[in-house]
Nanobody, 116 residues
Framework: VQLVQSGAELRNPGASVKVSCKAS????????IDWVRQAPGQGLEWMGR????????EYAQKFQGRVTFTADTSTSTAYVELSSLRSEDTAVYYC??????????WGQGTQVTVSS
């Protein structure tokens, strides 16, 4: 099982960013993909999740209206897009999936830096 994320991003305040997470080694449509971030010096913050099978999403209240999760089943890739970026969005963004009886798997993380 592997989750491979896209590379680091640098954005200006007010811009958008889209991070990808390509899954392999399991049935992509059978398990949720969660998105979590960790800002410098802070703990993990859950952003929400997507069900790749039907595209159903759940967003943490803090991110509603500013975050969009999508999934492309043809490439087994999940995406998170965050708009109206501000400096507080500077963080490492992770995708994660929990497989029944096989444990949790995490992507390697994607550094997103918001700076003018």
């Amino acid at each position: 099982v592997q989750l491979v994320q896209s590379g680091a991003e640098l954005r200006n305040p007010g811009a958008s960013v889209k991070v990808s997470c390509k899954a392999s080694g399991y049935t992509f449509t059978s398990y949720y993909i969660d998105w979590v971030r960790q800002a410098p010096g802070q703990g993990l913050e859950w952003m929400g999740r997507i069900d790749p099978e039907d595209g159903g999403t759940e967003y943490a209240q803090k991110f509603q209206g500013r975050v969009t999760f999508t999934a492309d089943t043809s490439t087994s890739t999940a995406y998170v897009e965050l708009s109206s970026l501000r400096s507080e969005d500077t963080a490492v963004y992770y995708c994660e999936t929990a497989l029944d009886g096989r444990g949790d798997y995490w992507g390697q993380g994607t550094q997103v830096t918001v700076s003018s």
